[in-house]
């Protein structure tokens, strides 16, 4: 056995294969199952899963507990949806500018980044109230309570996606970028700086981190992130409506991080799928679905504190432990060589 023996790297050597295994299946699944209905839920899964990633950068990282991500959400498609709809902005620079213009109001939420806990959750939760109240009250922009109708189709390089194949390929891979790119600021000196951040605020600031300017940082982000995840959802169903982005929608997203794992991405993205996608496969029971759906809830909490993340990850290291005790040992002229 070698001197140098680190865990962590064995798990990272076991988490590329993983990750390359479920790409190609996302990359395959539509070919399999091409079932429109199917495709366009796995489409509210991708979009719903980087909005909870935006939020993991929040709670999951540097601690703050926000549940104003609808109001961000709904900038997003709205923004997307003006652009592309009364503007004629190409699709691209519209789900650009739907991150842009989410980033933006976030920078009304810096203030409130001194503030913690509770405090903090009130603050978020009175801003989304605000932009859902405009939402719902300026018609002459959003359409108000009727809903904002005729999104156009997402346009790529003149291609217009009409196919709910071509979606979900749009949608998927865009989660994808999210999910890399936030892993790669995961390990990185920012990265290492907010999760000091979320262990001990006035340690991190004692070491000469600026928590403040940190923390508005993480905002921004998560901000953008939800933005764009509304850009998608926009030209997804293509009719907005009040409804969809009521303070209801930000504790839907904080639900999806916390079954999933605080502090996983890959556990974001187990929790949209069972909040997006269980109701909906739940229908064939009437109206006890959404009793069998707390009731998954209240089971994945109970039997793990991490989440779905870690109650696959336990699954994981049992099923690899009960592998090697079953692997034929080396003879024993062998020990050498082992």
Same mark, same amino acid.
């Given at each position: 056995m070698s001197a140098s023996f680190d865990p962590s790297a064995r798990l990272r050597a076991a988490v590329h294969p993983v990750t390359l295994l479920v790409v190609a299946a996302l990359i395959v699944l539509p070919w399999a199952e091409p079932d429109k209905f199917t495709l366009h839920i796995l489409s509210l899964i991708a979009i719903a899963s980087i909005a909870a990633m935006g939020l993991q950068v929040l709670l999951g990282y540097s601690g703050q507990l926000s549940i104003g991500q609808a109001a961000f959400y709904g900038i997003g498609a709205y923004t997307s949806a003006l652009l592309t709809a009364k503007l004629g902005v190409p699709f691209p620079l519209a789900l650009v500018g739907a991150g842009a213009a989410a980033a933006i109001? @976030?920078? %009304?939420?810096?203030?409130? &980044?001194? %503030?913690?806990?509770?405090? %903090? /959750?009130? /603050? &978020?939760?009175?801003? @989304?109230?605000?932009v859902y109240l405009f939402i719902q009250n300026e018609e002459w922009l959003t359409g108000g309570s009727y809903g904002f109708i005729g999104i156009p189709r997402a346009e790529l390089f003149g291609y217009v996606l009409r196919d709910q194949m071509s979606s979900y390929y749009l949608n998927v891979g865009v989660a994808a970028i999210v999910y890399f790119t936030f892993a790669r600021i995961e390990g990185s000196r920012f990265g290492r700086a907010i999760n000091a951040i979320r262990q001990d605020a006035d340690a991190a600031r004692a070491s000469g981190i600026g928590v403040t300017l940190l923390k508005s940082e993480c905002f921004v982000i998560a901000a953008f992130v939800a933005g764009v995840a509304g850009s998608l959802y926009a030209h997804e169903v293509r009719y907005l409506a009040p409804n969809d982005f009521t303070f209801w929608k930000s504790i839907e997203m904080l639900i999806m991080v916390v079954i999933g794992g605080v502090g996983s991405l890959a556990g974001a993205i187990l929790g949209a799928a069972v909040v997006v996608g269980l109701p909906e496969y739940l229908r064939a029971i009437g109206d006890y679905r959404m009793l069998v759906f707390g009731a998954i809830l209240i089971a994945t909490m109970l039997f793990g504190e991490g989440g779905l993340a870690a109650l696959l990850a336990t699954l994981g290291r049992r099923v690899a432990a009960v592998a090697m005790r @079953? /692997?034929?040992? %080396?003879?024993?002229?062998?020990e050498a060589a082992r």
């Amino acid at each position: 056995m070698s001197a140098s023996f680190d865990p962590s790297a064995r798990l990272r050597a076991a988490v590329h294969p993983v990750t390359l295994l479920v790409v190609a299946a996302l990359i395959v699944l539509p070919w399999a199952e091409p079932d429109k209905f199917t495709l366009h839920i796995l489409s509210l899964i991708a979009i719903a899963s980087i909005a909870a990633m935006g939020l993991q950068v929040l709670l999951g990282y540097s601690g703050q507990l926000s549940i104003g991500q609808a109001a961000f959400y709904g900038i997003g498609a709205y923004t997307s949806a003006l652009l592309t709809a009364k503007l004629g902005v190409p699709f691209p620079l519209a789900l650009v500018g739907a991150g842009a213009a989410a980033a933006i109001a @976030s920078l %009304l939420m810096v203030p409130i &980044t001194r %503030l913690t806990g509770a405090y %903090l /959750a009130v /603050a &978020t939760l009175g801003f @989304s109230i605000i932009v859902y109240l405009f939402i719902q009250n300026e018609e002459w922009l959003t359409g108000g309570s009727y809903g904002f109708i005729g999104i156009p189709r997402a346009e790529l390089f003149g291609y217009v996606l009409r196919d709910q194949m071509s979606s979900y390929y749009l949608n998927v891979g865009v989660a994808a970028i999210v999910y890399f790119t936030f892993a790669r600021i995961e390990g990185s000196r920012f990265g290492r700086a907010i999760n000091a951040i979320r262990q001990d605020a006035d340690a991190a600031r004692a070491s000469g981190i600026g928590v403040t300017l940190l923390k508005s940082e993480c905002f921004v982000i998560a901000a953008f992130v939800a933005g764009v995840a509304g850009s998608l959802y926009a030209h997804e169903v293509r009719y907005l409506a009040p409804n969809d982005f009521t303070f209801w929608k930000s504790i839907e997203m904080l639900i999806m991080v916390v079954i999933g794992g605080v502090g996983s991405l890959a556990g974001a993205i187990l929790g949209a799928a069972v909040v997006v996608g269980l109701p909906e496969y739940l229908r064939a029971i009437g109206d006890y679905r959404m009793l069998v759906f707390g009731a998954i809830l209240i089971a994945t909490m109970l039997f793990g504190e991490g989440g779905l993340a870690a109650l696959l990850a336990t699954l994981g290291r049992r099923v690899a432990a009960v592998a090697m005790r @079953s /692997a034929p040992k %080396l003879p024993p002229g062998n020990e050498a060589a082992r």
